[in-house]
T-cell receptor, first 113, second 116 residues
Framework: SQQGEEDPQALSIQEGENATMNCSYKTSINNLQWYRQNSGRGLVHLILIRSNEREKHSGRLRVTLDTSKKSSSLLITASRAADTASYFCATDAGNTNAGKSTFGDGTTLTVKP | DTGVSQDPRHKITKRGQNVTFRCDPISEHNRLYWYRQTLGQGPEFLTYFQNEAQLEKSRLLSDRFSAERPKGSFSTLEIQRTEQGDSAMYLC??????????????FGPGTRLLVL
């Protein structure tokens, strides 16, 4: 079973709006990562946040981590049509081997021009 | 282009045939991962290597599935006696392999397998 679960499953917004997607997990983590995947392509790493960090920024991306609630959020500001993709979180939560990543089933984001 | 390559990009085979996929990671990366992904799902872990050592493999990677990384560089994933349920995208990724934790992974473009 997947340890990370993204919410919502699908999100549709207009260009220029902000998009927020969430990831919840079940047990403690060392770090959490967000990846993006365009249709039919490989995944691209976006950001890694460590368990002792609460917030991290990269360009138009903002990631927060709340270890007490076992959740993370990814915010994309001023969205563009090119942001249309699926977004996945990956954790080592519950893994016997901390080097192994477990992915959720993703949030599919559609940005309408 | 992340620097991770996979071959072939597409494979169509008949049920019962064996298939082999190859992954070439980024040259200085010690860790290599294999995942399987079906439509609408996230990548499902299959196995990963630290250099040539296979550190963990899922219960899926038994019986008909096997993976190797003989010299700690490229890796192969073989599926024997393919079944229609094996149809999926097979993703390879690599990372530096310098920590004991999950690391930033660089993914290849994937091999899309269709079993008829």
């Amino acid at each position: 079973s997947q340890q990370g679960e993204e919410d919502p499953q699908a999100l549709s917004i207009q260009e220029g709006e902000n998009a927020t997607m969430n990831c919840s997990y079940k047990t403690s983590i060392n770090n959490l990562q967000w990846y993006r995947q365009n249709s039919g392509r490989g995944l691209v790493h976006l950001i890694l946040i460590r368990s002792n960090e609460r917030e991290k920024h990269s360009g138009r991306l903002r990631v927060t981590l709340d270890t007490s609630k076992k959740s993370s959020s990814l915010l994309i500001t001023a969205s563009r049509a090119a942001d249309t993709a699926s977004y996945f979180c990956a954790t080592d939560a519950g893994n016997t081997n901390a080097g192994k990543s477990t992915f959720g089933d993703g949030t599919t984001l559609t940005v309408k021009p | 282009d992340t620097g991770v390559s996979q071959d072939p990009r597409h494979k169509i085979t008949k049920r019962g045939q064996n298939v082999t996929f190859r992954c070439d990671p980024i040259s200085e990366h010690n860790r290599l991962y294999w995942y399987r992904q079906t439509l609408g799902q996230g990548p499902e872990f299959l196995t990963y290597f630290q250099n040539e050592a296979q550190l963990e493999k899922s219960r899926l990677l038994s019986d008909r599935f096997s993976a190797e990384r003989p010299k700690g560089s490229f890796s192969t994933l073989e599926i024997q006696r393919t079944e229609q349920g094996d149809s999926a995208m097979y993703l390879c990724a690599s990372s530096l392999g310098r920590t004991e934790y999950q690391e930033t992974q660089y993914f290849g473009p994937g091999t899309r397998l269709l079993v008829l």
